[in-house]
C-alpha cells in the first residue's frame, strides 16, 4: 500500500490502536485518539506516567492500526516516535501544541484555561508519529 494513500484514509479519522514495543519485546497496545496534521505526523495526547511513554522513550518504533467502520478496510502505520518535553507551564509550547490537538480532534474546549492548566497538572506531553511505511486494505475511492 502506498504511504499516501494509507495517510490519506487515516486523515479521515481519529480512533485508532498504538502499538508499543515493551522492554520484554512484547507489543502492547493502547486506543487512543489522534489528529494526522498537515504535515503527516500523527499526534497523541499522553501522560508522563503510562507505560506506552515509558515505552517510547526506551524504543521510538510504533505502529498505528486504523480501522473504517466496516472492520475489514484497514491501515497500518509504520514509523517512529517523537516525544515533546512535559507540559510544564500553561503557556508553553507543549502545552499549544495539546490545545492544537485538541481543537483538530474535538473543536473547542468550554475553557481554555482551566484546560491548559490540567495539561500541566496530569504531566502531558505530545507524541508525535513520523511514518515511513504502511500496509491494509482500505479502498481506493
Known amino acids: 500500500m502506498e504511504l499516501t494513500h494509507a495517510l490519506a484514509f487515516v486523515r479521515e479519522r481519529h480512533q485508532g490502536v498504538v502499538t ?3 522492554s520484554s519485546g512484547r507489543p ?6 489522534y489528529a494526522l496534521g498537515d504535515d503527516d505526523v500523527a499526534r497523541i495526547s499522553v ?14 518504533r ?15 502505520l509504520e514509523g517512529t516516535a ?8 500553561p503557556a508553553d509550547g ?12 474535538a473543536g473547542e474546549h468550554p475553557n481554555w484555561d482551566e ?3 490540567e495539561m500541566v497538572a496530569d504531566s502531558r506531553l505530545v507524541v508525535r508519529l513520523h511514518f515511513d511505511h504502511a500496509y491494509g486494505m482500505a479502498p481506493t475511492g
Open 62 to 76: 510504533a505502529s498505528l492500526y486504523v480501522v473504517d467502520d466496516d472492520f475489514w478496510s484497514y491501515v497500518v
Open 28 to 33: 502492547q497496545l493502547s486506543n487512543i485518539v
Open 115 to 117: 484546560f491548559r492548566r
Open 82 to 89: 517523537e516525544l515533546t518535553p512535559i507540559a510544564a507551564d
Open 47 to 60: 501522560t508522563d506516567s503510562r507505560a506506552k511513554t515509558k515505552n517510547f522513550r526506551r524504543d521510538p
Open 20 to 22: 508499543t514495543i515493551r
Open 94 to 105: 507543549t502545552v499549544d501544541e495539546l490545545v492544537a490537538l485538541y481543537r483538530a480532534v
